[in-house]
Nanobody
Framework: QVQLVESGGGLVQAGGSLRLSCAAS????????MGWFRQAPGKEREFVAA????????YYADFVKGRFTISRDNAKNTIYLQMNSLKPEDTAVYSC???????????????????WGQGTQVTVSS
C-alpha cells in the first residue's frame, strides 16, 4: 500500500510563495511518474503539474507556467511544488498523486493516477 502525505499549504497574500511537499511511502517511488492536482470549492479537480520518475521531464498546466515548479527527490521519496506569484484564483486543495503504471508517459489525466494524498489547503488572499 502506498501512502502520500502532503504538507506546506497555508494562507498567503497575493504575490506570495509557498512550497508544497508530498512524502510517499514504499520502495518503488522512483519507478513512477507523479503529479499535482487541485480542486477549488464548487469546481472540478484540475491538473497542475506532473514529473517523470527520474525528474527529467516536467509538464504544466498553462495557468501555472512560469509561476510553479515541480521537482522531486527520489532519495527522500518526496515531490515538491514551488508556487510563486500566487493569485487568489490559485486557492484550492492541492493533492499529489502517483501514476498507475511504471514507465508511462507523464500525464495530465487524473484517471491514470492510482494513489492520492489527502490534500493540503492553499488560500491566497487579495
Amino acid at each position: 500500500q502506498v501512502q502520500l502525505v502532503e504538507s506546506g499549504g497555508g494562507l498567503v497574500q497575493a504575490g506570495g510563495s509557498l512550497r508544497l511537499s508530498c512524502a510517499a511511502s514504499g520502495r518503488t517511488f522512483s519507478n513512477y511518474n507523479m503529479g499535482w492536482f487541485r480542486q477549488a470549492p464548487g469546481k472540478e479537480r484540475e491538473f497542475v503539474a506532473a514529473i517523470s520518475n527520474s525528474g527529467g521531464t516536467t509538464y504544466y498546466a498553462d495557468f501555472v507556467k512560469g509561476r510553479f515548479t515541480i521537482s522531486r527527490d527520489n532519495a527522500k521519496n518526496t515531490i515538491y511544488l514551488q508556487m510563486n506569484s500566487l493569485k487568489p484564483e490559485d486557492t484550492a486543495v492541492y493533492s499529489c498523486a502517483r501514476h498507475g503504471r511504471e514507465g508511462a508517459s507523464i500525464s495530465r489525466y487524473a484517471d491514470q493516477y492510482d494513489y492520492w494524498g489527502q490534500g493540503t489547503q492553499v488560500t491566497v488572499s487579495s
